[in-house]
């Protein structure tokens, strides 16, 4: 594709980085097959190609819209078109640049600019989200449905083995997860603790500034990824093996901490370190794979389940099948789920900003993963697991957690 960039970004660092995804594309049109909201609308605008060709307008100094912005809200940032992309376009990073652009030309409705500060405040104030979780168990049976499916029941955790081994690894300790679901990094703990790694968690550990970058509050998101970087340094320092993501989208966040703090002459060097050191839990356990086979039961799991194989685990990690081989090693019987390769419709707060298109995704991917009839249902991500839980008649939880059971003999 040739550009032409405007004055105003050409020279700058996002320009320069714009210019090169928007020259790989080569309009072939392979995306739009694996596009979740042009399978939906069927409006090229609601494409990658599509929308491609409005940030590359918009870039090159054409009038910037309402509709442009509406267009890029509706992207999942799935990046299932990177997955299908053949000439290697990184659509993801392309559409993080059009966004801030569009935040910056575009001012949102007061109601709207409001709703997104909130939305941050809210999900990123562990005591404030924590209260609402609190009352919303409490008030389930006065909950829409699909609300109160969407909350796990409550949970202490579990058992924390103490660090005992001599391969230790730190753990992103999340901002949603430890109120929704604290057994996930509980039940990690317990696996690779058997496996002879002991897991540690630092206090100051907290959310890894997804949901500030998404919501096109990148400084926000920086300053958070700083005071992550930071927090783990000293564990980095002495020695620690891998930084382990329990969450999948968060796990895609840190992967990309050497790109996001480039040019910050105080921390890309360390933030390219935390971003080596960033492993999927599936990484860590499909490593461990002789350890695990030892002590796993002689008999096969007696239920069938489904894996519901987030975007940011397999689009944006591009780590497609790695949990689905774990589980199989382990004695698990894994039901087909038709078009898994399409995202469930949670994407970070996509679904509370696009709630008609995100239940749209949701009922297809319940559908998809309730084909084979599986007994219960896994996933890799917290997001993906609240959202389905919200549809499926059947119950969702982590994979490790499974894989924490099978190994305890539950």
């Not at 907290?206 to 919501?215: F, R, V």
């Not at 783990?232 to 969450?247: K, L």
């Not at 060097?269 to 695990?292: F, N, Q, T």
């Not at 007994?375 to 924490?404: F, R």
């Amino acid at each position: 594709m040739q550009t032409q960039l405007a004055d105003w970004i050409k020279d700058t660092p996002a320009g320069r980085e714009a210019d090169a995804i928007l020259r790989k594309c080569v309009h072939c049109g392979f995306c739009l097959a694996t596009c979740p909201t042009y399978n939906l609308l069927g409006d090229e605008l609601d494409s990658p190609r599509g929308r491609i060709y409005l940030m590359k307008q918009m870039l090159e100094g054409a009038p910037v819209t309402a509709n442009t912005q509406l267009h890029l809200d509706r992207c999942l940032t799935c990046r299932a078109c990177e997955s299908t992309c053949p000439s290697g376009v990184e659509y993801g990073r392309l559409v993080d640049i059009g966004r801030h652009v569009v935040e910056e030309k575009v001012p949102r409705p007061a109601g709207s600019a409001l709703h997104r500060r909130l939305l941050r405040m809210f999900l990123l104030t562990p005591a404030l989200f924590g209260m609402a979780v609190a009352w919303g168990r409490l008030l389930r049976p006065l909950l829409p449905q699909r609300l109160a499916r969407q909350l796990p029941p409550r949970s202490g955790g579990g058992p924390w083995p103490a660090p005992r081994h001599a391969r230790k690894m730190l753990v992103l300790q999340g901002c949603v997860q430890p109120v929704l679901a604290p057994d996930i990094n509980a039940a990690t703990a317990r696996v690779l603790d058997r496996l002879g790694i002991s897991l540690v968690a630092v206090p100051e550990s907290g959310c890894c500034g997804a949901i500030e970058h998404h919501l096109n509050a990148h400084e926000a998101a920086r300053e958070r990824m700083r005071r992550q970087i930071d927090a783990w340094w000293p564990s980095i320092e002495g020695g620690v093996e891998a930084i382990v993501m329990t969450a999948s989208g968060c796990g895609t966040q840190v992967s990309e901490y050497g790109h996001l703090l480039r040019d910050d002459p105080a921390y890309a060097s360390k933030a390219a370190r935390v971003s080596a050191l960033a492993r999927d839990v599936g990484e860590v356990v499909a490593a461990e794979k002789g350890g695990l086979a030892a002590l796993l039961p002689r008999t096969a799991a007696r239920e069938p389940i489904a894996y519901h194989a987030p975007c940011s685990l397999q689009h944006g990690q591009k780590k497609k099948g790695l949990v689905e081989s774990v589980l199989r090693d382990a004695g698990f019987t894994l039901t087909a789920v038709p078009d898994a390769h399409l995202c469930c419709g949670s994407a970070g707060t996509y679904s509370i900003l696009q709630p008609n298109l995100s239940r749209q995704l949701l009922a297809n991917k319940v559908a998809a993963i309730e084909s084979g009839s599986p007994a219960q249902i896994c996933t890799s991500n917290i997001g993906c697991l609240t959202h389905i839980s919200g549809g499926a008649s059947k119950p969702v939880s982590h994979w490790i957690e499974m894989l924490d059971r099978r190994l305890s003999g539950a």
